[in-house]
């Protein structure tokens, strides 16, 4: 179930570099002729419906045992439940109609009555998710003319019949599975790795016999002979001489017709090994994360250039406008009265220098701003490391549910980060009450996250999803929490109320400063919605990818194009922030420590905006879908308001002592 200006040229990487690159992190698994491969099957995923069905929940052949194979608690909250397989294959050997079991997938599908749950799969165009040596499956179609191979998704559990509206179920695969051979020394047997796996389904109406009683759809794959197929197709009549793989031809043309999905279904399969010498072991993962060249690079690279413009145009404001301006308030404000009228004139004049004892006068709310703080410097440092983790290669796809664990771990361990920043703002705008502002830095975030992903759970349990997560992993999650991060908090608060507060050039009036009426174009809702639109606009082509990978299970394995992005998205938040805020202080309004702050974090809403236009993509029109995909958006856009946010006022904080410390106060 389940979360982004560079300041040089994206030329200085390379376009490889970019992409990110794979360093396995597995050590190769070798085999030798005839020695057992494991098929492995995984949750069942749909684009129309984003809650996965584990596997075994439909009618589907049993081995004689279930193992559920995990790794990590990653995997469990990514929503992988990897499981076990009747399916026999051996290193090399292939196999021609093998028979896995009979099973009674259901009642048939008749208007009016309810669909057997195999049917309401089919029809919620939910596919299947399998492994072989840890490649997750490809899925091959073809029709008269074309033949069409998609590496990402994995491949349908069967089909609606158009004219008919009827379902009918894929009960034959193809498995074709590439080798290569490995070099070896002379005297060692010959082994071979395994470097591509793809599926092609078929629908094959078989007319079969039992050959024997079957308890109505028990697993009876204790027997390679399950039953007797009358008027076979080539490839499963026995007698045949020259044996012949099951081809699309050949399914087509056999006057059998494809299996409903109702009643008594016979299941089979080929395996076919083809060896691929130009394919290595190391690159093998290289057409699942390029999705077989689906999106060209260009695209991405017209996402960073996009991005770069407007860098490069707000860089040029901020040069043209601030820079000019405060040189010439710099001299203005520097220069010594000489004579009456300059006295005068000094007396009338407007500007930023005249907030200078109000302009760090502390801001409303300011436990709750501290946190806000502390816990944005705390997601954009686990963000910030976790994409150069990813961009260095650590965070493979071969270890699936890492990427989650990298999050999980980081954020943790960054607990300390959070209490830090948060006490030390809480102490300088003179906050007393240090104990409650740190229980909020150690519940606030964690608690509201935790809460979403409780009730999402409850719903998934509802629903029967395989996303659920168990309570023993609830359980693990608590302890992390309680058991690591909140003692981090505290610790990293005790530092931050050792240290010195953060100090300020100017010193701060008793009386506050009355604020002239302002313009309607500087008010804070204007302001906001302006500032959110420029760094939106410098990260929206790589948010569709990354939302699909998030809700379409496609592959996001770009980690280089996402990392300049991300540095730009920061670049660009900083800039129209500082902007923004000379702006309000010309006007002598000195409250800016909630305005940058909204200002900066003004991004996230058009990210929550823009996730209604991608909601359409999903075509899913279920009530507990919409809960899900808008309650986890709503999260995702509520931490990214976090890190945006303390990156626009930590920016203007910075511009604001550099600016007032550079002028001569009387």
């Not at 793989?245 to 056999?254: A, D, G, Q, R």
């Not at 960073?304 to 820079?323: E, G, K, Q, W």
């Not at 050792?498 to 008010?523: H, L």
């Not at 082509?541 to 939302?547: P, R, T, Y």
Request: hydrophobic fraction near 45%.
């Amino acid at each position: 179930m389940l979360n982004q200006a560079t300041l040089i040229t994206a030329a200085l990487f390379g376009g490889r570099l970019v992409q990110g690159f794979y360093l396995p992190g597995v050590n190769p698994h070798s085999f030798t002729e005839g020695a057992p491969v494991k098929l492995k099957v995984n949750k069942m995923t749909s684009v129309h419906e984003e809650y996965p069905i584990e596997y075994y929940r439909l009618p589907f052949c049993q081995p004689e045992e279930i193992k559920l194979e995990h790794e990590n608690l990653g995997e469990f909250l990514s929503g992988d439940r990897i499981e076990s397989s009747p399916y026999r294959l051996e290193m090399k050997k292939d196999m021609y109609c093998e028979q896995v079991c009979t099973s009674n997938v259901g009642r048939t599908e008749t208007p009016g009555v309810s669909p057997n749950k195999l049917v309401r799969a089919i029809r919620r165009g939910y596919h299947n998710n399998w492994i072989v040596d840890n490649l997750p499956s490809a899925s091959k179609s073809e029709d008269e003319t074309t033949t069409y191979t998609r590496y990402f998704q994995g491949f349908p559990i069967g089909f609606v019949d158009p004219k008919e509206q009827l379902s009918y179920v894929y009960n034959h695969v193809n498995l074709e599975i590439e080798y290569h051979e490995v070099e070896r020394i002379a005297t060692a047997e010959k082994e071979y790795r395994i470097v591509r796996f793809t599926v092609e389904p078929f629908s094959i109406n078989h007319d079969f016999t039992p050959a024997f009683a079957d308890d109505d759809g028990e697993d009876s794959s204790s027997s390679f002979k399950i039953a007797s197929i009358e008027n076979p197709i080539a490839s499963c009549d026995e007698n045949r001489n020259e044996k012949a793989h099951t081809s699309f031809f050949m399914v087509t043309h056999n006057g059998h017709g494809p299996q409903l999905a109702s009643g008594k279904v016979l299941f089979t399969y080929d395996v076919i090994w083809k060896e691929n010498k130009e394919v290595s072991w190391a690159s093998r993962w290289d057409i699942y994360l390029s999705m077989n060249n689906a999106f060209p690079d260009k695209v991405h690279w017209l996402s960073v250039t996009n991005s770069l413009v407007i860098v490069l145009v707000l860089t040029t404001m901020i040069a043209a406008i601030l820079v000019r301006n405060l040189r010439r308030d710099y001299d203005r404000y520097s220069r010594v009265s000489t004579s009456d009228v300059e006295r005068n004139e000094d007396l009338e004049e407007t500007g930023w220098k005249l907030v200078h004892a109000d302009v760090f006068r502390p801001p409303s709310y300011p436990m709750m701003i501290s946190v806000f703080v502390g816990t944005g410097v705390q997601l954009l440092s686990m963000a910030s490391a976790t994409i150069i983790f990813a961009v260095m290669g650590f965070l493979n796809p071969a270890r699936r549910g890492s990427l989650v664990m990298a999050l999980l771990i980081l954020y943790v361990v960054l607990g300390g980060v959070a209490g830090y920043v948060s006490a030390r703002m809480y102490k300088t705008f003179k906050g007393k009450n240090w104990q409650r502002a740190t229980f909020v830095t150690a519940f606030g975030f964690p608690s509201i996250t935790f809460g979403i992903f409780f009730l999402m759970n409850l719903l998934a349990v509802s629903k029967d999803s395989g996303d659920a997560v168990p309570f023993s992993k609830m359980v693990v999650l608590l302890l992390l929490w309680f058991g690591i991060s909140v003692p981090l908090v505290f610790f990293g608060a005790y530092l931050g109320f050792k240290v010195d507060a953060v100090e300020f050039p100017v010193n701060t009036s008793n009386i506050p400063r009355q604020i002239p009426d302002q313009p309607w174009f500087m008010g804070s809702t204007f302001t906001a919605l302006v500032s959110g639109v420029m760094p939106f606009g410098a990260c929206f082509l790589e948010l569709f990818f990354i939302m699909s990978s998030i809700w379409m299970d496609q592959y996001y394995y770009v980690f280089g194009f996402l990392f300049l992005t991300f540095v730009i998205l920061m670049v660009t938040v900083a800039e129209i922030t500082i902007l923004f805020n000379y702006f309000q202080l010309c006007g002598e309004d000195y409250h800016w420590w909630w305005r940058s702050f909204m200002n900066g974090g003004a991004t996230a809403l058009y990210v929550y905006l823009y996730s209604f236009q991608y909601f359409k993509q999903l075509e899913s029109n279920s009530v507990a879908t919409y809960i899900l995909y808008f309650g986890y958006m709503a999260l995702i856009c509520f931490g990214l308001f976090l890190i945006s946010g303390s990156v626009g006022l930590l920016s203007c904080l910075y511009f604001n002592k550099k600016m007032f410390g550079s002028i001569k106060i009387d």
